[in-house]
């Protein structure tokens, strides 16, 4: 192996730079492998996360801006931040969500990481951190949790705000407390909806619908009728069925039973949190009749997580 004189991690033989700093280590002297050792995958993993994140803090708060960075040994360096491998931070984020305990120090490290100028860590940043607004069971550590997530969802980047919107959609729906949150969750929302961006309105109407307000069911009634875009009248559908409104029912209805396979798939997810009558009903009958694979599959993730909803506090919002 070749261990990177900048951040220490083992390298393996082959590859021109560290898979996680960036760094050029062609020039480094291959190294024996250690002897394996039993050792705890959460230490393992743990330790990947900190130094990746400790790289990826380090060009985020300094960048370097095109000038040379001098190796401490005299080496090679580093020139601009293309140079930097965002690969090994995502490679920890996806393991952090195996893990069952992380300290509390080192799940902090995680907000900076939803500023990343990459739009991938900053989505697993704000999916890990909405695993831990949904799990919490200490209930200042939830809150704060959930309060990241909803300054994510106020500003930065686009694709970012949009999944910390939908993770704090999703926490409120599986019973977060968000009584004493109304206020700010209607202000952010309603922030969303009034972008142009499709896919931030539909957050804005996931947010707010799974809350259960009905200040922005008019501009969801609007897009189900106007927008010419198929999946905006889906976002507004599904946001429109959570509240009990029948329109959005109708929609999510026939969309289920239609025969575009893709928006067939999303309005099978939609079900999920609909509060149509009809909903489980169609979810059981389009897992078990042999329809295309991944609206079978849809269906079947959809009934289970309606199993893990009612499992919860959710909240059932009557049919209008």
């Known amino acids: 192996m070749r261990e990177c004189p900048s951040c220490g991690y083992g390298n393996p033989?082959?590859?021109?730079?560290?898979?996680?700093?960036?760094?050029?280590?062609?020039?480094?002297?291959?190294?024996?492998?250690?002897?394996?050792?039993?050792?705890?995958?959460?230490?393992?993993?743990?330790?990947?996360?900190l130094l990746a994140c400790g790289a990826l803090c380090f060009f985020m708060q300094d960048p370097p801006s095109g000038k040379a960075v001098p190796a401490g040994d005299g080496g090679n360096?580093?020139?601009?931040?293309?140079?930097?491998?965002?690969?090994?931070?995502l490679y920890a984020l996806d393991k952090m969500t195996a893990l069952r305990f992380l300290p509390d120090a080192d799940k902090r490290r995680i907000p900076p990481l939803l500023l990343s100028h990459d739009?991938?860590?900053?989505?697993?940043?704000?999916?890990l951190i909405g695993s831990w607004?949904?799990?919490?069971?200490?209930?200042?550590?939830?809150?704060?949790?959930?309060?990241?997530?909803?300054?994510?969802?106020?500003?930065?980047?686009?694709?970012?705000?949009?999944?910390?919107?939908?993770?704090?959609?999703?926490?409120?729906?599986?019973?977060?407390?968000?009584?004493?949150?109304?206020?700010?969750v209607r202000g952010i929302s309603a922030g969303l909806v009034a972008q142009s961006e499709p896919e931030l309105k539909a957050a804005g109407f996931f947010l707010s619908s799974m809350s259960g307000m009905e200040d922005f069911?008019?501009?969801?009634?609007?897009?189900?009728?106007?927008?010419?875009?198929?999946?905006?009248?889906?976002y507004a559908a599904c946001a429109l069925s959570r509240l009990g409104h029948a329109e959005g029912h109708e929609y999510l209805l026939k969309a289920a039973a239609g025969k575009e396979l893709p928006l067939r798939s999303e309005a099978m997810s939609c079900l999920s949190y609909s509060a149509s009558?009809?909903?489980?009903?169609?979810?059981?009958?389009?897992?078990?009749d042999g329809l295309d694979p991944a609206s079978a599959e849809a269906a079947k993730r959809g009934l289970a997580l309606r199993h893990q909803l009612k499992a919860s506090s959710w909240r059932k919002l009557p049919s209008r």
């Open 133 to 184: 607004a949904r799990s919490e069971t200490d209930p200042a550590l939830r809150r704060s949790w959930f309060e990241t997530l909803l300054g994510a969802a106020s500003s930065g980047r686009p694709v970012v705000r949009r999944q910390a919107a939908l993770e704090a959609g999703f926490a409120i729906a599986l019973g977060f407390p968000v009584s004493g949150y109304m206020e700010r």
């Open 217 to 234: 069911s008019g501009r969801m009634l609007e897009t189900l009728t106007t927008d010419p875009s198929p999946d905006a009248r889906l």
């Open 13 to 49: 033989d082959t590859g021109p730079k560290c898979g996680i700093c960036g760094r050029d280590i062609s020039s480094v002297q291959a190294k024996a492998a250690p002897a394996p050792q039993k050792s705890s995958g959460l230490m393992l993993f743990a330790g990947l996360l």
């Open 77 to 89: 360096v580093v020139t601009d931040e293309n140079s930097f491998n965002y690969e090994g931070v």
């Open 277 to 288: 009558p009809e909903a489980e009903r169609i979810l059981l009958s389009a897992a078990s």
């Open 119 to 127: 739009d991938r860590v900053g989505c697993a940043a704000a999916g």
